[in-house]
């Protein structure tokens, strides 16, 4: 089975960036293979879908919440997905999951936790 650890969240300041990455072990197949996504769940709330990258030619798509702002990227031959986040606001406060699926409705992560200070 397929598993994933979320690195690179931490503090940082409104209007701030940073960058997660998500690398894969386990893989049955190539991970161009796998469709993933990122979901998240901001204290109190559910979770959240906010990026999915399809197999293969990897087309992306983004919630409204981060379209513009964020953006995902997947290096096939590192077995590893990426989340550039920028112009980063209070209520992108959240534990970052990468998940299977382009809905995320796979296995996930522990996560990563991203404090953003206003």
């Known amino acids: 089975e397929i598993q994933l650890v979320e690195s690179g969240g931490g503090l940082v300041q409104s209007g701030g960036s940073l960058r997660l990455s998500c690398k894969a072990s386990?893989?049955?197949?190539?991970?161009?293979?796998?469709?993933m996504a990122w979901v998240r769940q901001a204290p109190g709330k559910g979770l959240e879908w906010i990026t999915g990258?399809?197999?293969?030619?990897?087309?992306?798509n983004y919630a409204d919440s981060v379209k513009g702002r964020f953006t995902m990227s997947k290096d096939n031959a590192q077995n590893t997905l990426y989340l550039q986040m920028n112009s980063l606001k209070a209520e992108d406060t959240a534990i970052y999951y990468c998940?299977?699926?382009?809905?995320?409705?796979?296995?996930r992560g522990r996560g990563t936790q991203v404090t953003v200070s206003s």
């Open positions: 386990g893989l049955a197949v190539p991970f161009s293979s796998y469709a």
């Open positions: 998940a299977e699926g382009f809905t995320g409705a796979g296995v």
């Open positions: 990258i399809t197999r293969g030619v990897g087309v992306t």
